[in-house]
Nanobody
């Protein structure tokens, strides 16, 4: 099983980034997908979640700014991040899970700074 996150980088406050997480080795369509982040000195937190059926949940602080989506044909989940703030700086990880397994990607660094 592989989850390959990409799309991170350095962006100015107010800017946008789109993260992608390409998966292999799982039946993507029957897995819920999550984006997590860990900022320096803080615990990992769930940023956005999309169920296998398309149900959405977001961390309160990113509502209205971040959008999670999935493309089952491409086995890929996305996180569109707009109006980025310095407090969004973190390593972002994707996760795939269902009753049979729980899988993590390697993380991609997002830095929001002027």
């Amino acid at each position: 099983v592989q989850l390959q996150a990409s799309g991170g980088g350095l962006v100015q406050p107010g800017g946008s980034l789109r993260l992608s997480c390409a998966t292999s080795g799982i039946i993507f369509s029957i897995h819920a997908m999550g984006w997590y982040r860990r900022a320096p000195g803080k615990q990992r937190e769930l940023v956005a979640h999309i169920s296998s059926g398309g149900g959405l949940n977001y961390l309160e602080s990113v509502k209205g700014r971040f959008t999670v989506s999935r493309d089952n044909a491409k086995n890929t989940v996305y996180l569109q991040m707009n109006s980025l703030k310095p407090e969004d700086t973190a390593v972002y990880y994707c996760n795939a899970h269902n009753l049979m397994g729980d899988y993590w990607g390697q993380g991609t660094q997002v830095t929001v700074s002027s």
